[in-house]
């Protein structure tokens, strides 16, 4: 016992420079519960819907977890989607080529997450306070734009999203069951590897750390802070741009309700991956992982017939447990 004592602040300091690796074990030992208790857990229906439903929220986490490494929030990150996704169709159902339409759409959200940066950095308004407040302004201009109804397209260029977010045959095709695996999980592994170099290999990504960990040091450093995390929050809408034209691709419809809810579960996500609250920590790998973790548990429970709210209040408690672990481990530092 003494031994585990003195020995638990090295720990400690090592598994600091990993905060993804609760997160990674998590998930393991997750996977594996539900392997032996969910039944067909573990066929290529079950695990392709995992990485799948993940892939379209995991590329609003790794968003959201970039800002969330720069010191900042977006709560508004389902709201801009929903916008995002209404911009799309209608374009297209009022004719205007896929070229305009797609471009259009990932140009607004972009705007939208650009907005928000300039709210909180010139009005240093809190950004969970800002952005909780353009969440609900960006939904009211949701049902504004959609008058509350479905846009579903039928037009020429369905080709086009099938190419883009259409079965994963080559994968599919590996499996004597059938498979649901999407192209969707191509771009989400794309976007996560870009996002991995441009917070670890780049000044970039180095900026952003210094802009989330310690803002006047870095400022006094040369780094200009304001400008990092207004990019941040334009990445953040590029993102969010990217997941609504890859799900509409799937649909080819959207609603009012399109993305309600997503920011909690991206910021859950973020921070089951181990990124801090408090900024300046955190890998893209982190925020992959807590995606991947709650879409299991989603997929586990739903394969056992448990009732959502078991899956809300277990998720709520893995949240707990990830900040409390996380506080832990940042006092190795």
């Not at 573990?42 to 490494?69: E, H, K």
């Not at 780094?223 to 990019?231: A, G, P, Q, R």
Request: proline share 3%; net charge neutral.
């Amino acid at each position: 016992m003494d031994v585990f004592t003195k020995r638990l602040p090295e720990v400690r300091h090592q598994l600091s420079y990993f905060p993804e690796a609760v997160a990674l074990t998590s998930f393991l030992l997750l996977f594996f519960f539900f392997s032996i208790a969910a039944p067909n857990f573990l066929t290529p229906l079950s695990i392709g819907n995992i990485l799948t439903f993940g892939s379209i929220v995991g590329i609003v986490t790794i968003g959201v977890g970039l800002l969330m490494i720069a010191g900042e929030f977006d709560l508004s990150v389902g709201s801009n989607f929903a916008i995002a996704s209404y911009v799309l169709a209608l374009s297209l159902i009022a004719g205007w080529p896929v070229w305009v339409g797609v471009p259009l759409a990932v140009i607004t959200s972009s705007l939208l997450g650009l907005l928000n940066g300039v709210i909180v950095t010139k009005t240093q308004i809190p950004s969970f306070i800002a952005t909780l407040g353009t969440m609900l302004a960006y939904r009211g201009i949701v049902r504004a734009i959609g008058s509350g109804n479905f846009a579903t397209y039928k037009g020429e260029e369905i080709a086009f999203f099938q190419t883009l977010n259409g079965e994963f045959t080559l994968l599919n095709d590996l499996f004597k069951t059938q498979g649901s695996f999407r192209m969707s999980l191509i771009w989400f592994l794309l976007i996560a590897v870009v996002f991995t170099f441009l917070l670890m290999r780049t000044r970039f990504g180095n900026w952003v750390y210094a802009a989330g960990g310690n803002p006047e040091a870095a400022n006094a450093q040369g780094v200009n802070v304001t400008l990092v995390k207004m990019v941040c929050f334009t990445l953040t809408g590029f993102l969010v741009g990217i997941a609504s034209i890859l799900q509409f691709s799937y649909r080819l419809s959207v609603d009012p309700l399109r993305g309600d809810g997503m920011e909690l579960i991206a910021v859950a996500a973020a921070v089951i991956g181990g990124i801090r609250l408090t900024g300046g920590v955190g890998t893209i790998f982190g925020a992959v992982m807590g995606t991947l973790l709650l879409q299991t548990l989603d997929q586990g429970l739903v394969l056992m017939h448990i009732p959502i709210q078991v899956f809300q209040a277990t998720a709520g408690a893995i949240i707990v447990i990830s900040v409390i672990i996380n506080t832990f481990l940042g006092k190795g530092d």
